[in-house]
């Protein structure tokens, strides 16, 4: 293996993940700008203009608070549930295309830590993890409100990751490939996924607020029901890693959904800028706007959460099974039709 391409590899990994923190520490900022916009509030305005440092105040309560293990817990299960929680939100990016090639001192540089031909069925392997951190940290705390919390989370994410998958099973048939990679690049110019797949973009969407625990599926939490459900007992850091856990995921969920369905880092007039400005800032300029992609999605999330009451339990449970799951089957049936409908009118 040559050195340029570990450095380059190393380097890749350690910027996606200083912003993949700084992201989720800086989410928790503009949640509660959100909210206190949507409210008629003020918001955090006291540490730094703005109130831009609050999440380095936040991680530094969290840090130095005590830690508390409840006597009756396992505690070596107790603190293998956030860091797993943790871990599995981090490997998500490892896929995904944030920009094209750029070129750097002569040397073409891949953003994409790693381009394997499966990388849908890795991110879904990836993501369905994260319910073991869940269902660990539940089960350990001993605590009767912690494990229906943990066992709504993982009925909550069987439930709607089936719905997911055959969502995207849709978009499989159009595109032909299970790489993030060949799927970006197949969405030069305006030929984004989502207008081809309006409705399965609109299954995963409401799949990637199940997936997520955000309102209105964050009934694994649900505070008027559970008191905290499976994070009852948690507390300090361990606290923390959950909550970056949901912010992590919420960013992987809204970058997915940016290079699925709304072209990743394709724009409009984009080979026109890129001969314009060259090899290596114009490729840049395409990261610039994948990431305005994923900050519209991350607002979404926030705007749904302080605008939509919660669910019930068994209203979450009929929408997945009776509304969700034959929507993307007959979605499935419809994209079919249409396939082999083109393929005969072309051969005519």
Same mark, same amino acid.
């Given at each position: 293996?040559? !050195?340029?391409?570990?450095?380059?590899?190393?380097?890749?990994?350690?910027?996606?993940?200083?912003?993949? !923190?700084?992201?989720?520490?800086? %989410?928790?900022?503009?949640?509660?700008?959100?909210?206190? +916009? #949507?409210?008629?509030?003020? /918001?955090?305005?006291?540490? @730094?203009?703005?109130?831009?440092?609050?999440?380095?105040?936040?991680?530094?309560?969290?840090?130095? $608070?005590?830690?508390?293990?409840?006597?009756?817990?396992?505690?070596?299960?107790?603190?293998?549930? &956030?860091?797993?929680?943790?871990?599995? %939100?981090? #490997?998500?990016?490892?896929?995904?295309?944030?920009?094209?090639?750029?070129?750097?001192?002569?040397?073409?540089?891949?953003?994409?830590?790693?381009?394997?031909?499966? /990388?849908?069925?890795?991110?879904?392997?990836?993501? %369905?993890?994260?319910?073991?951190?869940?269902?660990?940290?539940?089960?350990?705390?001993?605590?009767?409100?912690? !494990?229906?919390?943990?066992?709504?989370?993982?009925?909550?994410?069987?439930?709607?990751?089936?719905?997911?998958?055959? %969502?995207?099973?849709?978009?499989?048939?159009?595109?032909?490939?299970?790489?993030? $990679?060949?799927?970006?690049?197949?969405?030069?110019? +305006?030929?984004?996924?989502?207008?081809?797949? &309006?409705?399965?973009?609109?299954?995963?969407?409401?799949?990637?607020?199940?997936?997520?625990? =955000?309102?209105?599926?964050? #009934?694994?939490?649900?505070?008027?029901?559970?008191?905290?459900?499976?994070?009852?007992?948690?507390?300090?850091?361990?606290?923390?890693?959950?909550?970056?856990?949901?912010?992590? *995921?919420?960013?992987?969920?809204?970058?997915?959904?940016?290079?699925?369905?709304?072209?990743?880092?394709?724009?409009?007039?984009?080979?026109?800028?890129?001969?314009?400005?060259?090899?290596?800032?114009?490729?840049?300029?395409?990261?610039?706007?994948?990431?305005?992609?994923?900050?519209?999605?991350?607002?979404?999330?926030?705007?749904?959460?302080?605008?939509?009451?919660?669910? =019930?339990?068994?209203?979450?449970?009929?929408? @997945? +099974? $009776?509304?969700?799951?034959?929507?993307?089957?007959? *979605?499935?049936?419809?994209?079919?039709?249409?396939?082999?409908?083109?393929?005969?009118?072309?051969?005519?």
């Amino acid at each position: 293996m040559e !050195l340029e391409f570990l450095i380059e590899k190393t380097a890749l990994v350690l910027v996606l993940f200083v912003l993949t !923190l700084t992201i989720a520490a800086y %989410s928790t900022w503009a949640e509660r700008k959100v909210a206190a +916009w #949507l409210q008629d509030r003020v /918001g955090p305005n006291r540490a @730094g203009p703005f109130g831009l440092l609050q999440p380095l105040a936040d991680g530094g309560k969290m840090f130095f $608070k005590e830690e508390i293990i409840p006597s009756g817990a396992n505690k070596y299960l107790f603190i293998a549930g &956030p860091s797993l929680a943790l871990l599995v %939100s981090f #490997l998500g990016t490892a896929v995904i295309p944030f920009g094209q090639n750029i070129e750097i001192f002569g040397r073409v540089v891949p953003l994409q830590v790693t381009d394997i031909n499966v /990388g849908i069925l890795y991110i879904f392997g990836v993501v %369905s993890l994260g319910v073991y951190g869940i269902m660990i940290g539940g089960w350990a705390s001993n605590n009767k409100y912690s !494990l229906m919390g943990a066992i709504r989370g993982a009925s909550q994410n069987i439930s709607y990751e089936i719905a997911m998958g055959l %969502s995207i099973i849709a978009l499989l048939m159009v595109t032909n490939t299970l790489s993030f $990679k060949e799927i970006a690049a197949q969405q030069h110019g +305006w030929h984004w996924n989502v207008i081809y797949q &309006p409705l399965g973009f609109l299954i995963f969407l409401i799949c990637a607020f199940a997936e997520t625990n =955000r309102v209105p599926f964050d #009934l694994p939490e649900c505070e008027t029901e559970l008191i905290g459900g499976y994070q009852t007992e948690y507390s300090a850091f361990k606290m923390g890693a959950y909550m970056f856990a949901e912010y992590i *995921n919420m960013f992987v969920s809204s970058v997915v959904m940016a290079v699925l369905y709304f072209g990743g880092y394709n724009y409009p007039g984009m080979d026109a800028v890129n001969q314009a400005l060259g090899p290596t800032w114009g490729p840049l300029i395409g990261v610039g706007v994948m990431f305005f992609k994923i900050i519209a999605f991350i607002f979404f999330f926030m705007w749904v959460r302080w605008t939509v009451p919660r669910f =019930r339990y068994d209203q979450l449970m009929d929408l @997945g +099974w $009776k509304v969700l799951i034959p929507l993307a089957i007959a *979605n499935i049936v419809i994209t079919a039709i249409v396939i082999v409908g083109f393929d005969l009118f072309n051969k005519l």
